[in-house]
């Protein structure tokens, strides 16, 4: 994605979207790849939120010369690469690269609250979320499935987890759940639900005016007709036939072994699968490094990094940030296509 100068009568606002950009599990590789965006020419005012110590260390790692200036709420016509404004959320104790500390769980809420609350309010035109560690959150006594769910009980919304690559967009029906408990967590109710959010944003978000969704059935060869299981017939089939007679270009439910093929593809723009791992390799094994998580159903604009903290890799300073790149670019090209703050790309 690139931006293109302004021209007479474009009538685009002469400040940069603002987008929020949270540094995620401080002893994982989320400060250096928010060190990495800043450094990066995205014409975007970038707000991180984050420990000011952590991000000049993290800066300091990678090599960059990171000038960090505090957030003040006004508005901005440019950003010079390099540059970024912080709006700080302390540490509660030092981070130490690959080991994560439970009492540094209060600091990622607080990061993830005030984003989301800062969204809601028109403050951010997005949020763009580095990667938590889930179990230490969890060990601190926190109950946290992950970012999706957190952002979807702050908006009070009902929403569906998609992973999107140049290529391929996968929006899934559940989340982070065991796979034991998938079955009984698919009603009629709720991939109704999921459709009809995955349905309206490919129009809103995306601009396609008459989206084609393929839907996976959840047991092997979609059930074979019942002989190797009944959800399809009993769940997934009656929502699907409901929907399509209220005009939803819905195809299947489709195999999940044949429905990533070339031919296959072309027929649909997106795909809802039934579990997180059903669907998710295929996207993963072949465009990692271009995918980024986005939260549909929300009032505002949220988009993610594909992967984990990489605990292993914090404090070296050779994370790639080809992933947060994009979450940062679909970021400005969903918020553009919100009206807000209207940015021009290709």
């Given amino acids: 994605m690139s931006s293109e100068p302004a021209t007479a009568g474009s009538h685009r606002p ?3 979207p603002r987008l929020a950009v949270t540094s995620g599990e401080p002893a994982g590789i989320g400060p250096e790849l928010v060190v990495r965006l800043a450094a990066s020419p995205i014409p975007a005012d ?7 110590t952590l991000l000049d260390d993290a800066a300091r790692r990678c090599g960059v010369a990171l000038r ?6 006004q508005p901005r016509s440019l950003r010079a690469a390099g540059s970024v404004r912080l709006l700080e959320v ?12 439970p009492r540094n769980a209060f600091h990622v809420l607080n990061m993830l609250a005030r984003a989301a609350d800062g969204c809601l309010a028109g403050e951010f035109d997005g949020v763009v979320t580095a990667p938590v560690q889930k179990s230490v959150l969890n060990d601190a006594g926190e109950r946290f499935t992950g970012h999706t769910e957190l952002f979807a009980q702050r908006a009070g919304r009902e929403v569906v987890m998609m992973l999107a690559s140049p290529e391929l967009r996968v929006a899934l029906a559940t989340t982070h759940l065991p796979l034991v408990d998938v079955p009984a967590a698919i009603a009629r109710e709720s991939l109704t639900r999921t459709l009809r959010i995955v349905h309206a944003e490919l129009i809103a978000k995306f601009g396609i005016a008459a989206p084609r969704i393929a839907v996976l059935g959840l047991n092997p060869h979609a059930g074979e007709g019942g002989h190797l299981g009944r959800e399809e017939i009993d769940t997934i089939i009656p929502a699907l036939d409901a929907l399509r007679g ?21 027929k649909y723009d997106a795909v809802v699968a039934m579990y997180h791992d ?24 949220r988009t993610s990094v594909d992967h984990g903290t990489a605990l292993d890799l914090a404090g070296t300073g050779r994370a790639d940030p080809s992933s947060m790149f994009a979450a940062a670019e679909m970021a400005l090209h969903l918020a553009g296509r919100n009206n807000v703050k209207s940015l021009d790309t290709d």
């Fill in 14 to 16: 002469s400040h940069l």
């Fill in 46 to 52: 970038l707000v991180a939120l984050g420990d000011a």
């Fill in 68 to 73: 960090v200036e505090p957030y003040d709420g």
């Fill in 90 to 101: 302390p540490l509660r104790t030092a981070a130490i690269p690959g080991k994560p500390d």
């Fill in 246 to 266: 209220e005009g939803m270009q819905l195809l299947g439910p489709l195999p999940a072994d044949t429905a990533f093929v070339p031919a296959m593809r072309a």
């Fill in 278 to 301: 059903q669907a998710l390799p295929v996207l993963k094994s072949e465009a990692f490094d271009r995918t980024v998580n986005i939260t549909l159903g929300l009032p505002f604009v």
